[in-house]
C-alpha cells in the first residue's frame, strides 16, 4: 500500500492563503488521481477537490473560485492551494490516492495522516 505525507497546515487569518502538499511513496497520482478531503469537529469527511489520472479536476462548491488542485508527476505529489480562507475551512484536510486509472476520480485505501488548517477571523 502506498504511503501519503500531507504538509503545509498551519494557522492563518481570514482572507490569507495556504497551500497542502500530499507526497506519495510510489507513482500514484499520475494514474489513479487522488483526493484532498477535510473533517471538521462534530462533522463528517467531505471531499474538496480530485483529480483523475489524466488531470481532470473537480472542487467542491465550497471552495469553488478559491482552492486548486494540481499534481507534480516527477514529485509524486498532488497540491491544494487554497485562497481566500475563511473560518469555515477550519478542519483537519487529508489526502487520498485513487483506488484506479478511471476518467473520474474514485477514493482509494491509502490516507495520509492529515495536517490541520485552522483560520482565524
Known amino acids: 500500500q502506498v504511503r501519503l505525507a500531507e504538509s503545509g497546515g498551519g494557522l492563518v487569518q481570514a482572507g490569507g492563503s495556504l497551500r497542502l502538499s500530499c507526497t506519495a511513496s510510489g507513482n500514484i497520482f499520475n494514474i489513479n488521481g487522488g483526493g484532498w478531503y477535510r473533517q471538521a469537529p462534530g462533522k463528517p469527511r467531505e471531499l474538496v477537490a480530485s483529480i483523475t489520472g489524466d488531470g481532470r479536476t473537480d472542487l467542491a462548491d465550497s471552495v469553488e473560485g478559491r482552492f486548486t488542485i494540481s499534481r507534480d508527476n516527477p514529485r509524486n505529489t498532488v497540491y491544494l492551494e487554497m485562497n481566500r480562507l475563511t473560518p469555515e475551512d477550519t478542519a483537519v484536510y487529508y489526502c487520498?490516492?485513487?483506488?484506479?486509472?478511471?476518467?473520474?476520480?474514485?477514493?482509494?485505501?491509502?490516507w495520509g495522516q492529515g495536517t490541520q488548517v485552522t483560520v482565524s477571523s
Open positions: 487520498n490516492a485513487g483506488r484506479a486509472y478511471s476518467r473520474i476520480y474514485i477514493s482509494g485505501d491509502s
